[in-house]
């Protein structure tokens, strides 16, 4: 069955470090892979994707992601999270259905 | 531009009861899909519809059913509810094309449904 493995699920950081979630699916064909996140009291919002081609992608607000294949892996990581970064992060991958497979979701707390 | 709409926003509803929700995708989009996402869970999917057709479907109930009409908008209903039925129901609409951004879904703020 297709599947996201997120291996954290609450994540706590102080403001100016570095962060990266793990994200890994289970599918054997092609994909299209996605990072959404949630802030307190809004809707989920695309934060980046991957289609093809450059397997380190970038996305809003500093966020940036690397496909790699061999490892069914898609992390998230940015270089100094912000206090304005809480959310709630879910990776999903899509095999061409439009029909995305999110993984449970990481809480991201950043302390001042 | 106005994002997915999704009415009502809250919903209480009493088991054996059947419940309709609505979903009006981004303008100019033709796709729309419904998720159920249950409290500290991510969405698990339900239907995608094209074009007034279903396209796809996930591991649901047939007491699940759903329908898209010609202005592209959708309705999600579902049939004798049951507590389990209590979740935060989204909706998802993606662009028209055969490229890479007809795959990115965009959603709605979503329905928040409570089987009592």
């Known amino acids: 069955a297709q599947s996201v493995s997120q291996h954290n699920h609450h994540v706590i950081l102080s403001e100016a470090a570095s962060l990266e979630l793990g994200c890994n699916y289970s599918?054997?064909?092609?994909?299209?892979l996605f990072w959404y996140v949630q802030y307190p009291g809004q809707h989920l919002q695309l934060l980046l994707k991957?289609?093809?081609?450059?397997?380190l992608v970038k996305g809003i607000k500093g966020f940036e992601a690397e496909f790699i294949k061999s490892k069914f892996s898609f992390n998230l990581r940015k270089p100094s999270v912000q206090w304005s970064d809480t959310a709630e992060y879910f990776c999903?991958?899509?095999?061409?259905?439009?029909?995305?497979?999110f993984g449970s979701g990481t809480r991201l707390q950043v302390q001042p | 531009d106005a994002g997915v709409t999704q009415s009502p926003t809250h919903l209480i509803k009493t088991r054996g009861q059947h419940v309709t929700l609505r979903c009006s995708p981004i303008?100019?989009?033709?796709?729309v899909s419904w998720y159920q996402q249950v409290l500290g869970q991510g969405p698990q999917f339900i239907f995608q519809?094209?074009?007034?057709?279903?396209?796809g479907r996930g591991n649901f109930p047939d007491r699940f059913s759903a329908r898209q009409f010609p202005n592209y908008s959708s309705e999600l209903n579902v049939n004798a509810l049951l507590l389990g039925d209590s979740a935060l129901y989204l909706c998802?609409?993606?662009?028209?094309?055969?490229?890479?951004?007809?795959?990115?879904?965009?959603f709605g703020p979503g329905t928040r449904l409570t089987v009592t």
């Open positions: 519809y094209y074009e007034k057709e279903e396209r």
């Open positions: 303008s100019g989009h033709k796709s």
């Open positions: 998802a609409s993606s662009p028209s094309g055969a490229g890479g951004s007809s795959y990115e879904q965009y």
């Open positions: 599918y054997g064909g092609t994909v299209n």
């Open positions: 991957y289609f093809s081609g450059d397997p």
């Open positions: 999903a991958f899509d095999t061409g259905r439009r029909a995305l497979t």
